[in-house]
């Protein structure tokens, strides 16, 4: 890596998975520069910030926060969107997590659970209501695949005692844990526990972005997966207003 933070104070690392979640986290960020593909510096303040978007997934996750391991950083945020796993919790809610819990990479019915700074999580907390956020208290689950049914969520909150699912954080506080460096997870609610998501291959980049070619093509032969997929449209819309909210609130406390 060619980054280098400045020697008074090392920046904090903001990781994203999707384009529109980078962009919401940008929005309020001063003096914005691309550093590389898909990691861009600003400042809140005097606060230095490294935004990273390093696409769906833990593989993904994995490879591009081991691209940072020699950059010094001040603390690890991983934000974006997540399902909910148990009824009551609707798009555009954060959830404020104490931990984080991921399968084993080597025993898949172990859980690994990786706490949140509890510093951050009270500043996040005072962010939220500043911004009038509401919040969900509970755990998040980083699965390695993707949930569509409502029946798969509810099974997975069962298991884990997580409330809301997603598909990067774990690695993200791996990451900080590995590094003695203070770690949190916000996710704001995209979809609902029971919202059924049409799976629909090769329908977005690897980033979130979506094919639009591909997504006229597939509507033109499967037109009942059309009110999933506005609906989805519109539940992003939401959700990037409340990262954008959030986040304004949040960065002066950091």
Not at 5 to 27: D, G, H, K, Y
Not at 144 to 157: D, N, Q
Request: charged share 20%.
């Amino acid at each position: 890596m060619t980054i280098q933070a400045p020697q008074n104070a090392a920046p904090v690392v903001i990781f994203t998975a999707l384009a529109w979640e980078s962009t919401a986290v940008r929005a309020v960020l001063q003096h914005v520069q691309q550093e590389e593909e898909r990691v861009w510096r600003g400042f809140a303040g005097k606060r230095e910030i490294l935004v990273v978007t390093g696409g769906i997934g833990p593989r993904r996750t994995r490879r591009t926060v081991e691209r940072f391991v020699d950059v010094p950083f001040s603390a690890v945020l991983s934000l974006g969107c997540a399902g909910a796993l148990i009824p009551g919790l609707v798009g555009g809610q954060l959830v404020l997590a104490p931990d984080v819990c991921m399968s084993d990479s080597l025993d898949e019915a172990r859980l690994n659970r990786y706490p949140g700074d509890p510093q951050l999580l009270s500043h996040a907390r005072v962010a939220a209501l500043t911004a009038g956020v509401r919040v969900a208290d509970g755990s998040l689950f980083t699965s390695s695949k993707v949930l569509f049914t409502p029946e798969e969520k509810a099974r997975r909150g069962r298991e884990t005692g997580a409330i809301a699912v997603e598909m990067e954080s774990g690695v993200h506080a791996a990451f900080a844990a590995g590094r003695a460096l203070p770690f949190l997870a916000l996710r704001v609610i995209l979809d609902g526990v029971d919202m059924r998501l049409p799976a629909i291959e090769g329908l977005t980049t690897p980033e979130g972005e979506i094919r639009a070619l591909r997504a006229a093509m597939h509507v033109a032969t499967h037109p009942q997966h059309l009110p999933a997929l506005l609906a989805l449209r519109q539940a992003q819309v939401i959700a990037g207003d409340t990262l954008r909210r959030l986040c304004h609130a949040l960065f002066p406390l950091l």
